[in-house]
């Protein structure tokens, strides 16, 4: 019986998905710490992805209280991050007040809602 929640596979894709948004964040601000503030020299990333804290509150701001709107955007790390869910292969087949996370098989390239 399906008692819900989220297994191993597609919390990895989550986190993987995750990691890139927040890298193409710094990529944006030159480098600078996502958020503005504290110190950092060079070398790329922003402090997010330096601090393993600040990763996890920002994974978890993403994906439970801002940041990600369910209806309309999905989960693809074969296409980079966070993208619109018509842009994967059956994506259209997820009805717009669906708000299940959806997020695609960089495997088999297939759409998977949770």
Not at 53 to 62: T, Y
Not at 67 to 93: H, I, T
């Amino acid at each position: 019986m399906f008692h819900g929640g989220l297994g191993s596979w597609a919390l990895t894709n989550m986190v993987l998905a995750h990691l890139m948004e927040e890298a193409r964040v710094d990529a944006a601000h030159g480098g600078a710490p996502a958020g503005g503030g504290g110190g950092g020299g060079g070398g790329g990333g922003g402090a997010r992805s330096r601090h393993a804290g600040l990763a996890l509150l920002s994974f978890l701001e993403r994906f439970g209280s801002r940041g990600f709107d369910y209806p309309n955007q999905a989960v693809s790390v074969r296409l980079g991050g966070v993208v619109a869910r018509e842009a994967l292969p059956g994506g259209r087949g997820f009805a717009k007040h669906n708000t299940f996370l959806v997020l695609e098989d960089p495997l088999t390239g297939g759409s998977l809602g949770y």
